[in-house]
């Protein structure tokens, strides 16, 4: 299958600064990139969709402005948590797929704010 | 979010056949069957996905029934690795390839032993 790839692997921060994480598609374009997030023994929860060009679509719940999502080119997608806060910590993954076509997972980045 | 049901847990014995079943009774006729794995602490990993014939990989095989309100899917030999947290999912097909944002429910639980 495609490769998927994050950066860092695991952060550890302090409160009130900000963080960001690079997702990148190592062997094809993604058309479209996702940014989901695992609290500990809980299925993933989709944050967001953006498509290569254009603004980010938050699911319900999540904040655009703490959680900016950039998709710049077609082979990388950034995350950064603003102002991060103790709540924030948890395991963020990325996702993406050319087109319509299947959806293949990076490693996640696991962040923990002190 | 599209409904599929799987059991929350499986065990099954090191070398023999993991059959992990999931009902998706209300499928629409343009929706694929879409199977991934999350092993502990890494992202998920795509398996399989097929629209109504039965599909193999290297990884599985994917059954589907003639009426397309269930699968099942086959790890031939289950091997240590293989413990994770699977998921069946449902997404929307477009003009033949997938299509949809991938959402998680609680998925199955396998637990393969030696």
């Known amino acids: 299958g495609a490769v998927v790839s994050q950066h860092p692997s695991r952060v550890i921060c302090k409160s009130g600064t900000s963080v960001k994480i690079e997702c990148r598609s190592l062997?094809?374009?993604?058309?479209?990139m996702f940014w989901y997030r695992q609290f500990p023994k809980k299925s993933l929860m989709l944050m967001a969709t953006s498509n290569e060009g254009s603004k980010a679509t938050y699911e319900q719940g999540v904040e655009k402005d703490k959680f900016l999502i950039n998709h710049a080119s077609l082979t990388l997608s950034t995350l950064t948590v603003t102002s991060a806060h103790p709540e924030d910590s948890s395991f963020y993954i990325c996702?993406?797929?050319?087109?319509?076509?299947?959806?293949?997972f990076g490693p996640g980045t696991r962040l923990l704010v002190l | 979010d599209a409904k599929t049901t799987q059991p929350p847990s499986m065990d099954c014995a090191e070398g023999r056949a993991a059959n992990l079943p999931c009902n998706h009774s209300?499928?629409?006729?343009?929706?694929?069957v879409y199977w991934y794995r999350q092993i502990h602490s890494q992202g998920p990993q795509y398996i399989i996905h097929?629209?109504?014939n039965n599909e193999t990989n290297e990884m599985a095989s994917l059954i589907i029934t003639e009426d397309r309100k269930s699968s099942t899917l086959i790890l031939p030999h289950a091997t240590l690795r293989d413990t994770a947290v699977y998921y069946c999912?449902?997404?929307?097909?477009?003009?033949?390839?997938?299509?949809?944002?991938?959402?998680f429910g609680q998925g199955t639980i396998l637990t393969v032993h030696p």
């Open positions: 062997d094809f374009q993604a058309t479209t």
């Open positions: 996702s993406a797929r050319r087109y319509q076509e299947t959806q293949y």
């Open positions: 209300t499928i629409s006729g343009n929706e694929y």
């Open positions: 097929g629209l109504k």
């Open positions: 999912r449902r997404l929307r097909n477009a003009g033949g390839t997938s299509y949809g944002k991938l959402t």
